[in-house]
């Protein structure tokens, strides 16, 4: 159904045709008018719906209509009925009459020009602060429908949007500004999705009037209508009238677009998706280990068995499929969209992996009732990094999901992000509090890419380094009458303030190194090393823990370390 309310891909070429005139051709588009009757026609069954314009020679203006207007006596008017985008809401007051003053709110569709208007809605409306906008008039949409629709503004997209299941932005009403096609300024034209368009008709039971003016004449040297031939056409829910003379045509009437989709429709695939009804799953390479063997199972629901159920032989919910490390680098690359916590995966799109985790052999698992949990697609990418387990799940994963007990195996990186969010919140004047964007972006690298390798050093040096304030510091210096170099960095700072408080020079040196080491790296890896001594660190790391994930895990801990040390005696 969602098909059949936008059969074909809106053109705005196509449109730019029909309404600016075009340097060949002239002749012939000055009179065939009537080809932007057929226009309409066609982009009514577009999946993008032209409800406004006003673009080169063209106007078109919509409004919804009570779906039983339509059958009413007088329906035949609204042809010829008042309908304007510059009408708006107001507060109205009346006097005389031999009656009371009296006030009331106006609707911009009154109704007046057609009682089949009555109980109508506009959805564009075109106002102008006067006094204050130097510019054309602004363009605002009906807050009924933005709202019910779930939309909001954004400039970037200049429309209103949405997040699709992916989590990716979706323009749903576009604004379309056509000042340099049409030579114009104000030229502009409103959009929307047909589907979004068809479904609110359906749940407020109206129909779109769409009012349209096709009106060619040669600028500056038009001369006025004469005596055109002229034509009626009543076609039903289209009705317009033509006019075609020597140097120019017209063409104007309404075509009423009646919603495809009906309430029942809408509740029965609500219901559907409430159910799952339909959805797809995907198959993964697995751990069966009730069954005692790897095999490839779907993660559908009705493929699984609960502990709960003792006589099926259908593999455990928790069955566990291993993956790839890069699986996460997607999420990881994307932290406005995704958040990566710690064993966990939000969308913004709405999805939710309740966990995975990583073993050994640096596989990422999860269990399949999990994956089950994502939408399809995500399944599917999930599934190209699958392979079979090269290590059992990892003892922490074992500890929490099955023996349902915390995991006694450290994490530094945990345990830094705690004392960092500790500190956030205390606000001491030598922290830069670095709030949850900069903590989020800190993980672990799990495979051998050097970018990941270097992208985490980058991450955690904003995290610990950046977070110690240079000014906050040297006032402790000075309070306390100690030198210091006007140009010198934090950890520089940190070791002479930690001096003051009793240690001797080494000591302090010691504590601060993990730091200086991590401000190293970063400065060498993501700044503008020279090549051969960023590659003889890569190399150096990998002779040092075998791996360049197995490096940043062990100087992770030694910077917790130095974290915790420093922080005691600041």
Not at 298 to 322: G, I, N, R, V
């Amino acid at each position: 159904m969602a098909a059949n309310a936008g059969k074909c891909m809106f053109n705005l070429n196509e449109f730019l045709d029909v309404s600016l005139c075009p340097t060949q051709d002239r002749e012939k588009w000055l009179q065939g008018a009537t080809d932007g009757v057929q226009f309409v026609e066609r982009n009514a069954e577009s999946d993008e719906i032209i409800i406004y314009t006003n673009a080169g020679q063209s106007f078109l203006h919509s409004v919804l209509i009570p779906l039983a207007n339509l059958d009413a006596p007088d329906a035949a008017s609204l042809q010829h009925a008042r309908i304007d985008p510059y009408d708006h809401w107001a507060l109205e007051h009346v006097s005389g009459g031999g009656e009371p003053d009296r006030m009331y709110l106006s609707p911009p569709v009154d109704g007046y020009s057609s009682k089949a208007l009555k109980g109508g809605q506009q959805l564009v409306f075109r106002r102008q602060f006067t006094g204050v906008d130097k510019g054309p008039p602004r363009t605002e949409l009906s807050q009924p429908l933005v709202q019910a629709l779930d939309l909001y503004w954004l400039e970037e997209e200049r429309a209103f949007c949405r997040l699709d299941e992916d989590g990716d932005i979706e323009p749903v009403i576009r604004l379309y500004d056509l000042s340099k096609q049409a030579g114009e300024a104000g030229a502009t034209m409103v959009t929307i999705k047909a589907y979004d368009l068809h479904r609110f008709m359906a749940v407020t039971e109206k129909a779109l009037l769409l009012k349209f003016d096709f009106t060619r004449y040669p600028k500056g040297r038009f001369g006025g209508w004469g005596n055109p031939e002229r034509e009626e056409v009543n076609q039903g829910d289209l009705r317009y009238h033509t006019g075609v003379q020597a140097n120019g045509s017209f063409a104007n009437g309404i075509l009423i677009v009646r919603p495809l989709l009906t309430k029942a429709v809408l509740i029965a695939k609500a219901n559907r998706e409430r159910r799952d009804e339909g959805k797809q799953y995907a198959v993964f390479k697995a751990q069966d280990w009730k069954n005692n063997r790897l095999a490839e199972i779907s993660c559908a629901p009705e493929a699984l068995a609960s502990y709960f159920e003792e006589d099926s032989k259908l593999p455990f919910q928790t069955t566990p499929a291993f993956f790839r490390p890069d699986v996460l680098q997607k999420y990881k690359a994307d932290p406005d969209k995704y958040q990566l916590e710690h064993r966990s995966i939000h969308s913004r799109g709405g999805w939710y992996l309740k966990t995975y985790d990583v073993n050994d052999a640096w596989q990422v698992h999860t269990y399949l009732c999990y994956l089950a949990d994502l939408p399809y697609r995500e399944q599917l990418y999930w599934q190209s990094f699958n392979e079979w387990p090269k290590a059992p799940i990892s003892k922490r994963a074992f500890e929490t999901d099955f023996e349902g007990s915390f995991s006694t195996q450290p994490d530094p990186l945990v345990e830094l992000k705690y004392a960092v969010q500790k500190l956030d919140d205390i606000k001491h004047a030598y922290w830069l509090p670095r709030g949850d964007d900069v903590a989020n972006r800190v993980h672990y690298p799990l495979t051998a890419s050097v970018e990941e390798w270097a992208s985490s050093i980058l991450a955690l040096d904003q995290l610990i380094v950046e977070g110690f304030a240079p000014t906050a510091l040297k006032a402790r210096l000075k309070a306390t009458d100690r030198p210091f170099d006007k140009a010198w960095g934090s950890i520089k700072l940190l070791q002479e303030v930690i001096v003051t408080q009793g240690l001797d020079e080494d000591e302090a040196a010691q504590i601060c190194d993990p730091l200086k080491r991590l401000h190293h790296l970063r400065s060498k890896t993501k700044g503008h090393a020279a090549g051969q001594e960023k590659d003889g660190l890569i190399k150096q790391a990998k002779i040092d823990h075998g791996s360049l994930p197995a490096h940043f895990r062990a100087l992770t801990r030694e910077v917790q370390e130095a974290f915790d040390r420093i922080i005691e005696l600041l």
